[in-house]
């Protein structure tokens, strides 16, 4: 019923840069916040940003000044541009969005299948 998909993973050097996109689609009637979450080899997934509708947003400490969230409501897509990458954000992101789809009545939490970032030289 509902498709959460990711793409913009990869693998980069220390320094550098990229940008996560995830797609929301199918019968979705309301989507309240967007986020991503990650996790790394041997450790439990985590907050690395959130969004609401109304564009609040929240960072995990180790991101702050280096990632940014963003979100096309129109698009029901949700962004996160990385920069200055450092090994430790090595891990498998996965997209969040708690959202409201027909035929249902309360919100939900829905999940995308993770993408890899890999930062090494």
């Known amino acids: 019923q509902v498709q959460l998909v990711e793409s913009g993973g990869g693998l980069v050097q220390p320094g550098g840069s990229l940008r996560l996109s995830c797609a929301a689609s199918?019968?979705?009637?309301?989507?309240?916040?967007m986020g991503w979450y990650r996790q790394a080899p041997g450790k439990q997934r985590e907050l690395v940003a959130g969004?609401?509708?109304?564009?609040?947003?929240n960072y995990a400490d180790s991101v702050k000044g280096r990632f940014t969230i963003s979100r096309d409501n129109r698009k029901n897509t949700v962004y996160l541009q990385m920069n200055n990458l450092k090994p430790e954000d090595t891990a498998v992101y996965y997209c969040?969005?708690?959202?409201?789809?027909?035929?249902?009545?309360?919100?939900?939490?829905?999940w995308g299948q993770g993408t890899q970032v890999t930062v090494s030289s």
């Open positions: 969040n969005a708690h959202l409201l789809i027909w035929y249902d009545n309360a919100y939900r939490d829905y």
């Open positions: 199918g019968t979705i009637r309301s989507i309240n916040a």
């Open positions: 969004i609401t509708n109304s564009g609040s947003t």
